[in-house]
């Protein structure tokens, strides 16, 4: 082992029968009260009230204080942090470069394929607290997701990967209408463009009327209830594994009465 971590044999052993630092014991101690005290409050606890509820003790025990600073080093390093719902940061309104018309007006069916798309993003929660954002895609003539991406952040880039490829799966003949809310990346300049060069429509909900999206609101309700809420995912990968498997599941086997017992996909090549 030495020889692979190119370290001499006189070096391991001085490490081995070194006597660790005041500081490093003191932070072992306080790594124990930290995560006794976490699991005594049920992780309600974020580093500032930890510091406190120390400091009080080792006022009893004569001791000095301890910086939040450093009991914040260390629970990050154990990983731990409050499962509280945290206060929500305060956003300034950015005024959208344009907005579309509801064009869709609840006219939630569709003739045929591509020519109605619903589009939306939503959160999921993972680990201690840790969020992952979906993007999807659905075709108001069978139900069935055309594109989707899972990512660590809602921005601009997950909107627009996830469109991209739906564009591109598209017919020369194909022009469908897309609607969306007014989220920021559906206002912006680019996905405008994107839109321009597909010569697709774009249609927005009107403001506070999620109704107007209703298609892909169910969709999310639906993948929720029947996967989400039935596991807790621990990982990142545990949740995107089980995304993937459901609206593999969704599109190519979940039958509907409303497409005549068949799947989405199955209703799609009946149709063609």
Known sequence: MCQIAKVSRAAY?????????????????LVASIQHLYTQVDGI?????????????REKEGLTKVNKKRI??????????????RKPKRYRKVKPDYVAENILAREFT?????????????????????????????????????????????NNELVFQTIEPAIQSLKE????????DR???????????????AEMVHSMSRVGRCIDNGPIEAFWGTLKVEKYYLHK???????????????????????????????PLEYRVQAA
Not at 133 to 148: F, G, M, R, T
Not at 173 to 180: N, R, V
Request: charged fraction near 25%; include cysteine; proline fraction near 2%.
């Open 13 to 29: 052993y001085k490490w081995m029968n070194r006597q660790p630092a005041e500081r490093e014991v003191e932070n072992q101690q």
């Open 233 to 263: 995912y621990e990982s990142y990968e545990a949740l995107e594994a089980a995304i993937n498997t459901y609206i593999t599941f969704y599109n190519n086997e979940r039958y509907q009465e409303k497409l005549n017992g068949l799947s």
């Open 183 to 197: 989220g920021y990346q559906y206002t912006s300049k680019f996905f405008k463009r994107m839109i321009d060069d």
């Open 173 to 180: 003949e194909e022009h469908p209408l897309i609607h969306s």
């Open 110 to 154: 569709a003739e045929k394929p591509n020519q109605k798309w619903c589009t939306d993003v939503t959160e999921f929660k993972y680990g201690n607290g840790k969020k992952a954002y979906l993007s999807a895609i659905i075709d108001l003539y069978d139900k069935s997701i055309v594109s989707y991406v899972l990512r660590h952040s809602n």
């Open 72 to 85: 914040y080093r260390l629970m990050q390093i154990c990983g731990l942090e409050a499962v509280i719902r």
């Open 45 to 57: 606890y974020g580093y500032r009230r930890i510091t406190m509820t120390i400091n009080r003790q």
